[in-house]
């Protein structure tokens, strides 16, 4: 039987808590992002620490706190990133399950922490637990960081333009010390708290006094007020307007075309689907776009990803008729330059030479695919290919130990590990504009701020994102990834110019701001001028710091947590 309570229901209600802070949390992922949901995750994980806390003083087993946490993380990856289960119902499913499952890890060791070296400790290694998962989520075989906390102002490029310092882990640890603020406000206002403790008699009900809650349970002992947290949303808000005024766009200037050819890749754009459109009538209609919106001055044109996808031999890649016809139309319109996106494949002499990730035909020998970003300087330059290298998990990666288990799995493109690249390669300029140096980045690999920052390092002056968003049908998804783009301008202060089959096709400036966007689900193509800069921001320079430091100092306090418990468990026994 439940005993009985004089506190508020809802701190006496795991599932209420558990879900009030899926919805909170998911405010930074909205369907239709906006600037005035984001606040919500400022807030969103206080329902969070106060279920923690509850069911810590009522003695709860391990297993209602796992399963209660993992409840409330399931709801949230549910919320906000449903929408993966358009491509494979099943895949759509396991991201969200295991994805929230690996959440878990951090709050567990945060549980642990606590528990061995007491709430001031326990409540500040919280953030850092929960960074360093973040920055190791950034870089193994199953990456997804698209509930990265600091992604979540995405749609309030505003708010963050500290973000050129910080990169987007910044706006993790912002979340963090505003809800841990917040948490210790709404400890310090509850006037009695109820607790329970067990007896011979089974559990005893007791009334704590908020002094004496504040002392056992609050790991900031200073009395403040509400005004401590206010100001800690007010602050880097106030700061990053101060910067976005102060700030003004850099570099000379270049024309730019990208094209949006909107070919359903469920039926019209692959080979066997039921409307196929032939590879030749696709690449008129490309030409045909990009024509449509050429001026004397236009410099650079952008076909997104996979725009030839009929898989391209590189060693051959010159002899193909449809390559043959791209030089003639670039040779049409002298001082164009191309960055398309296309399937290829390359080949190896030998066993010994094939990459982790060939494959083998006995016609064929040892060959890889690559979602290739090919770049034509002019009709006649050599082509220079960058292959895709963030790749993504279960459709273009596949861990050697999982191969066997999901390599049914279909979210769109060639199932299995694909090939990829270990440095950035940022495009050679055309003679006739040298300050024009292109980072190719496709699709999925925009979420990743230190990985765009690679190319701004290697001396890229715009990023030229080509994607194909069509693969979520009009879903949060593809909504949520032309946001993400702005972050990546704002830590890099680049323009980027974004080239999506279908989706959203158009320009963000170096303050993430949204300049041009061609409506999705059509035909059509956009123009505009874009800033070439080769300032490199402090975020660039210097990489992930707040994450690599995290990650030190969670090995730090995971050691010494596990030592105080060694040394607790042997004085018991002796």
């Keep these: 039987m439940t005993p009985p309570t004089r506190t508020s229901?809802?701190?006496?209600?795991?599932?209420?808590?558990?879900?009030?802070?899926?919805?909170?949390?998911?405010?930074?992922?909205?369907?239709?992002?906006?600037?005035?949901?984001?606040?919500?995750?400022?807030?969103?994980?206080?329902?969070?620490?106060?279920?923690?806390?509850?069911?810590?003083?009522?003695?709860?087993?391990?297993?209602?706190?796992?399963?209660?946490?993992y409840l409330m993380l399931v709801l949230w990856n549910a919320l906000t990133t449903w929408w993966v289960s358009y491509a494979d119902l099943a895949a759509g499913i396991a991201a969200v399950v295991l994805n929230a499952l690996l959440m878990c890890l951090p709050l567990m060791a945060f549980r642990q922490t606590k528990k061995r070296l007491g709430n001031r400790w326990g409540y500040l290694s919280l953030p850092i637990y929960w960074i360093a998962f973040e920055q190791l989520h950034l870089h193994w075989d199953i990456t997804w960081p698209w509930l990265t906390l600091g992604n979540g102002f995405a749609a309030a490029p505003q708010w963050v333009q500290w973000y050129e310092y910080t990169g987007f882990l910044g706006g993790s640890v912002w979340v963090w010390v505003v809800n841990l603020l917040f948490f210790n406000e709404v400890l310090k206002r509850l006037t009695v708290t109820t607790f329970y403790t067990k007896s011979a008699a089974g559990l005893q009900e007791t009334e704590m006094p908020t002094n004496i809650q504040a002392a056992a349970g609050s790991f900031i002992k200073l009395r403040t007020s509400l005004a401590v947290p206010l100001l800690a949303i007010a602050l880097p808000i106030g700061l990053s307007y101060l910067i976005g005024a102060a700030y003004?766009?850099?570099?000379?200037?270049?024309?730019?075309?990208?094209?949006?050819?909107?070919?359903?890749?469920?039926?019209?754009?692959?080979?066997?689907?039921?409307?196929?459109?032939?590879?030749?009538?696709?690449?008129?209609?490309?030409?045909?776009?990009?024509?449509?919106?050429?001026?004397?001055?236009?410099?650079?044109?952008?076909?997104?990803?996979?725009?030839?996808?009929e898989p391209y031999w590189?060693?051959?890649?010159?002899?193909?008729?449809?390559?043959r016809r791209v030089r003639?139309?670039?040779?049409?319109?002298?001082?164009?330059?191309?960055?398309?996106?296309?399937?290829?494949?390359?080949?190896?002499?030998?066993?010994e030479a094939a990459s982790e990730t060939?494959?083998?035909?006995?016609?064929?020998?040892?060959?890889d695919f690559f979602n290739t970003g090919a770049f034509f300087a002019d009709a006649t330059a050599p082509v220079v290919f960058y292959h895709k290298s963030r790749l993504v998990p279960g459709v273009e990666k596949i861990p050697p130990v999982l191969a066997s288990l999901i390599s049914h799995i279909d979210l769109g493109g060639t199932v299995g590990s694909v090939g990829s690249q270990p440095e950035r390669t940022v495009y050679p300029a055309p003679a006739n504009v040298p300050a024009l140096r292109v980072a190719p980045v496709i699709c999925y690999e925009s979420i990743y701020g230190d990985f765009i920052g690679e190319y701004a390092h290697n001396g890229a002056t715009l990023l030229g994102l080509v994607t194909n968003d069509a693969w979520w049908h009009d879903s949060p998804g593809y909504r949520q990834l032309l946001s993400y783009g702005q972050l990546r301008c704002i830590e890099t202060r680049r323009d980027l110019a974004r080239s999506a089959n279908t989706g959203f096709t158009g320009f963000i400036n170096q303050k993430g701001e949204i300049t041009q966007r061609e409506k999705a689900w059509i035909p059509t193509a956009s123009r505009a001028t874009v800033h070439l800069n080769d300032e490199v921001t402090f975020y660039v320079r210097f990489g992930e710091l707040i994450g690599r430091g995290a990650?030190?100092?969670?090995?730090?306090?995971?050691?010494?947590?596990?030592?105080?418990?060694?040394?607790?468990?042997?004085?018991?026994?002796?």
């Design 9 to 69: 229901p809802l701190l006496q209600q795991p599932l209420v808590l558990a879900v009030l802070g899926a919805l909170l949390l998911s405010g930074g992922w909205a369907p239709w992002p906006t600037a005035w949901l984001a606040p919500l995750l400022l807030i969103g994980w206080v329902p969070y620490l106060l279920l923690e806390r509850q069911l810590t003083l009522t003695g709860a087993r391990k297993g209602r706190v796992f399963a209660s946490t």
């Design 328 to 351: 003639e139309w670039l040779g049409r319109h002298p001082g164009v330059a191309l960055l398309t996106g296309i399937t290829t494949l390359g080949s190896y002499p030998s066993k």
């Design 551 to 574: 990650q030190a100092l969670a090995v730090l306090l995971l050691v010494w947590a596990i030592v105080m418990g060694w040394q607790r468990k042997s004085s018991v026994e002796l």
């Design 358 to 367: 060939a494959r083998y035909r006995d016609d064929l020998g040892y060959y």
């Design 314 to 323: 590189e060693n051959t890649f010159e002899s193909n008729p449809k390559i």
């Design 248 to 309: 003004t766009e850099k570099g000379p200037t270049a024309e730019v075309v990208v094209v949006q050819p909107n070919f359903d890749p469920y039926v019209e754009k692959f080979e066997g689907g039921p409307k196929f459109i032939p590879y030749d009538e696709q690449l008129t209609r490309l030409m045909q776009l990009s024509e449509q919106h050429l001026t004397p001055a236009t410099r650079l044109v952008l076909w997104p990803e996979t725009a030839l996808e």
